[in-house]
């Protein structure tokens, strides 16, 4: 496992309790309309984003079978699994205890026959023995993947013709103008305590899309639906009965929270958004 890889895996097998306790099996922003102005429980608003997402398929996808990439505990695929009692699923997710617990909800939710969680690299993905899929599924886990080419040719080989690609992942702002100084600050605080690689724009996510040979592409960016999310984790973060489970948790999750100040910039000024992308692969 590369150090990227294996510092992502020590970050979410350590920070994934705490957040469990404090939010539950949904890792990932709320929807808040396209305004981010409606008025919405925040873990209502998470489930809302998975049908906010959903809805970007350009048409109702056979639902054979499906890949979440980037799974986290898999509260994502047990919603679509629930909602579509005919697919089966597959998460991916780099750490060994969002996949233990995720199998666990699986098992709990009576959905572990149909529905497996596997602490692996989304990259190492194979075609023939893990394809086709007739839906990818790529909720915030994008911003951790280096190489967005490679994975837009990965997830291209992975579906099958006519399947579909739907991905919410954090980007920065399009350029130009350029990114300013702040812009750079803000950003590689991000990246730093999140453990990722730089943030790439959406138009430059959706060109390795149509390089890799997806059609009918839309982007859009869901910043200012997604924004007061940060506001709810905030307070959670300054919640008193969260803080045993934070020190606990360890100094890279502490660093995490601390890092919600910059994401909360980030959005502020315009630096970090919130894009999202659909690509069909041609039949």
Same mark, same amino acid.
């Not at 040979?213 to 859009?220: C, E, H, R, S």
């Not at 984790?233 to 100094?251: C, F, H, T």
């Given at each position: 496992m590369?150090?990227?890889?294996?510092r992502i895996k020590?970050?979410?097998d350590a920070?994934?309790?705490?957040?469990?306790?404090?939010?539950?099996?949904q890792?990932?922003?709320?929807?808040?309309?396209p305004?981010?102005?409606?008025?919405?429980d925040?873990?209502?608003?998470?489930?809302? +984003?998975?049908? *906010?997402?959903? =809805?970007?398929?350009?048409?109702?996808v056979?639902?054979?079978?499906?890949?979440?990439a980037?799974?986290g505990?898999?509260?994502?695929?047990?919603?679509?699994?629930?909602?579509?009692?005919?697919?089966r699923?597959l998460?991916?997710t780099?750490s060994?205890?969002?996949?233990?617990?995720?199998?666990?909800?699986?098992?709990? *939710?009576?959905?572990?026959?149909?529905?497996?969680?596997?602490?692996q690299?989304?990259?190492?993905?194979?075609?023939?023995?893990?394809?086709?899929?007739?839906?990818?599924?790529?909720?915030?886990?994008?911003?951790? +993947?280096a190489?967005?080419?490679?994975?837009?040719?990965?997830?291209?080989?992975?579906?099958?013709?006519? !399947?579909?690609?739907?991905?919410a992942?954090?980007c920065?702002?399009?350029?130009p103008?350029?990114?300013?100084?702040?812009?750079?600050?803000?950003?590689?605080n991000?990246?730093?305590c999140?453990?990722?690689?730089p943030?790439?724009?959406?138009?430059?996510?959706? =060109?390795a899309?149509?390089?890799?040979?997806?059609?009918?592409?839309?982007?859009d960016?869901w910043?200012?639906?997604v924004e007061?999310?940060?506001? *709810?984790?905030i307070?959670?973060?300054?919640?008193?009965r969260?803080w045993p !489970?934070?020190?606990?948790?360890?100094?890279?999750t502490i660093?995490g929270?601390?890092? +919600?100040k910059?994401?909360?910039?980030?959005?502020?000024?315009?630096?970090?958004?919130?894009?999202?992308?659909?690509?069909?692969?041609p039949e």
């Amino acid at each position: 496992m590369n150090s990227l890889n294996s510092r992502i895996k020590d970050f979410y097998d350590a920070s994934t309790p705490l957040w469990l306790n404090t939010w539950g099996e949904q890792m990932h922003h709320g929807y808040y309309g396209p305004d981010g102005k409606r008025d919405v429980d925040h873990r209502q608003a998470q489930l809302d +984003m998975i049908d *906010a997402l959903l =809805e970007l398929r350009q048409a109702p996808v056979t639902f054979n079978r499906f890949l979440d990439a980037g799974c986290g505990v898999g509260g994502s695929s047990r919603y679509l699994a629930l909602r579509h009692p005919e697919a089966r699923g597959l998460g991916v997710t780099l750490s060994p205890v969002q996949a233990k617990n995720g199998m666990r909800f699986n098992r709990e *939710a009576g959905v572990a026959d149909r529905l497996e969680i596997r602490a692996q690299d989304v990259y190492t993905l194979d075609t023939e023995k893990d394809g086709p899929f007739d839906l990818i599924y790529s909720m915030e886990s994008a911003e951790h +993947m280096a190489d967005k080419e490679a994975l837009m040719n990965l997830f291209y080989r992975l579906l099958r013709p006519g !399947g579909q690609l739907v991905m919410a992942t954090w980007c920065h702002r399009t350029e130009p103008p350029k990114l300013t100084a702040d812009d750079r600050r803000v950003l590689d605080n991000i990246c730093k305590c999140y453990h990722l690689p730089p943030l790439v724009s959406v138009p430059v996510l959706g =060109e390795a899309a149509k390089t890799a040979g997806f059609v009918n592409l839309k982007t859009d960016d869901w910043s200012a639906a997604v924004e007061p999310f940060w506001g *709810a984790v905030i307070s959670s973060g300054l919640d008193p009965r969260n803080w045993p !489970g934070l020190i606990k948790a360890g100094s890279s999750t502490i660093k995490g929270a601390w890092a +919600m100040k910059y994401m909360k910039e980030g959005f502020r000024t315009g630096a970090i958004r919130y894009g999202v992308l659909r690509g069909t692969k041609p039949e």
